[in-house]
């Protein structure tokens, strides 16, 4: 069992949309899926409600992390981890086998992320080894002068913490990603499920390193 721990203290910045579609995307390689929701806002029990009848990923909301790995009969464990600094995202980071960071370009979302830094340092003084941890720039337009300063950013950060890198996978800004989360589950056209199983392949990588 890998368990992969979606993390960012900055709202907005597309962590839930991610790993249902993260979640999704191991279903569809005939993978037992369990997504949890750690979340208080708990968006992914509300795509659950809609969704039980077109997506075989398990959903469960989780009141509290425990700081080991979890116990489950599924290949892969997702959580949606809260969205701020304390104690529930330090237990996610050691229970964790890695960790995926989507961050968007902004000051106000590398600041955010830079916080959750320390979460990761705390996390690693308990782990036997580092996290693995991938920064994903996310909701990406190519041309844009802010992706290239969000891409030295997340360079930057991964410095301050061990184990960390910057994906080989630049999520794109695409509407269809939010709206596959507004309806009942469909599955991705080729072209929308590309990247999404690039980063999950990044991610077993990781582990496995």
Known sequence: MTTIAVMNFKG??????????????FVDRNKRVLLCDCDPQQSVVAWAG????????????????????PSSTHDIVVMDC???????????AIAADVAIVP????????????????????ANETRKSPLPVIFVPNKVQPRLR?????????????????NARV????MPLRT????????AWTPLS??????????????????EK
């Not at 269809?176 to 309806?183: F, G």
């Not at 499920?193 to 392949?201: H, K, S």
């Open 12 to 25: 907005g910045v597309g962590k839930t949309t991610l790993a249902v579609l993260v979640a999704n995307a």
């Open 82 to 92: 809260p969205p701020r600094y304390g104690e529930q995202c330090i237990a996610a």
């Open 167 to 170: 994906s080989k996978v630049s």
């Open 146 to 162: 802010l992706t290239n300063v969000l891409m030295k950013a997340l360079n930057g950060l991964t410095k301050r913490v061990d």
């Open 50 to 69: 809609w969704s039980k009848e077109t997506s075989k990923v398990e959903v469960v909301k989780i009141d509290r992390i425990r700081p080991r790995k």
């Open 190 to 207: 080729a072209d929308l499920a590309r990247p999404i199983n690039d980063l999950c392949d990044e991610a077993l990588a990781a582990v």
């Open 103 to 122: 961050v968007c370009a902004g000051p106000l979302d590398v600041d955010a992320t830079a916080f959750l830094i320390e979460t990761l340092k705390a």
């Open 176 to 183: 269809a990603y939010v709206e596959a989360l507004m309806n």
